[in-house]
């Protein structure tokens, strides 16, 4: 029985070497939470404004009034950075995975200025429901992962010594969080008044400013420092390019004594599905978001409401 149990295990998770499965368990468990936090930006922004005022069930009612105390409630801003900061820093682990950090940072980096143009015409279009994602999460990610980068390869090649590389990534890391935990915008809810032009956008892009109605706001101080303080982890802890829990389930899988205890240490079905969501972190990113709209916007006109914009 347990043989089989064991066969099964193996054929259920092939590739589970080839993961470090709690960076994309931990990524993934950061990108539930947000889409969470934007399903409730749609009932408390979006929906309103897309339909008008949501006087219909008392359920819908009491969905945005929780969707507006949500938003409002200084609790959630400091989640929210807890969160976005731990994304940060598990993909500043992941650069250690990578072959290449400056091309994967200018792939993600011109996605998300696509992402910038398209939902800035959008929110022009539609009179500015607030939609606009100019600095977003992937514009950057990308843009962060380019910088460091540029940083990883003039290092090695004129330096090539891992210790102070580790040294000098979490001293940067540090200086650019610290940095942008004294900037005045980082938690400020007011500082939204801004227009669009170069001097503005520059300072938005570093964190000394927002621009107005933008969402998804994600300058590059203090969550660059997350990435370079990942890498300083990932070189020291993720040396071998591998899970640090992968000798349980070798142990598990490759020996013949049965370790009936460790099955609770297995994947679940449920840590399965959010290390999948962690695997394809940006995609879901991309795509979530409309998704969330069509199905609100499915609700509100199955309720009778109509178009207000």
């Known amino acids: 029985m347990i043989k089989a149990l064991t066969n099964k295990i193996a054929r259920t998770y092939p590739q589970i070497k080839k993961r470090v499965f709690e960076v994309d368990f931990l990524r993934g ?50 989640t929210r950075f807890i969160v976005v900061a731990l994304f940060f820093f598990l993909s500043g682990i992941s650069t250690s995975f ?100 170069f001097s503005n956008l520059m300072l938005s892009i570093l964190g000394y400013g927002k621009l107005h109605n933008q969402a998804d706001y994600m300058p590059l101080f203090p969550y660059l420092g997350f990435i370079f303080l990942g890498a300083a982890f990932a070189s020291i802890f993720y040396k071998e390019k591998k899970s640090l829990f992968q000798p349980l389930f070798d142990k598990f899988n490759h020996r013949k004594k049965d370790y009936v205890d460790n099955i609770v240490w297995l994947p679940s079905k449920v840590g399965k599905g959010v290390s999948f969501v962690g695997r394809y972190a940006f995609l879901t990113y991309i795509i979530h978001q409309g998704a969330l709209i069509i199905i609100c916007a499915i609700i509100m006109l199955s309720l009778g409401y109509s178009l207000n914009i």
């Not at 090695?156 to 990534?169: E, G, M, P, Q, R």
Request: net charge negative; charged share 15%; glycine share 6%.
């Open 98 to 197: 990578s072959r290449s950090n400056i091309k994967r940072g200018s792939v993600y980096f011109t996605i998300g200025i696509f992402i910038s143009c398209v939902t800035f015409d959008i929110d022009q279009m539609t009179n500015g429901i607030q939609i606009a994602m100019i600095v977003n999460t992937i514009f950057t990610f990308g843009l962060a992962t380019l910088l460091f980068g540029i940083f990883e390869y003039l290092f090695k090649k004129f330096v090539k010594n891992k210790l102070a590389f580790t040294i000098t990534c979490a001293s940067i890391g540090v200086a650019i969080i610290i940095a942008g935990y004294m900037s005045p915008t980082l938690f400020d809810k007011t500082a939204t008044l801004q227009e669009l032009n």
């Open 29 to 78: 468990l950061c990108i539930l939470l947000m889409i969470i936090d934007h399903f409730f930006y749609d009932w408390y922004v979006l929906m309103p404004q897309i339909f008008g005022a949501i006087t219909g069930p008392a359920w819908l009612e009491a969905l945005h009034d929780f969707a507006t105390f949500w938003w409002e409630w200084d609790v959630r801003e400091v």
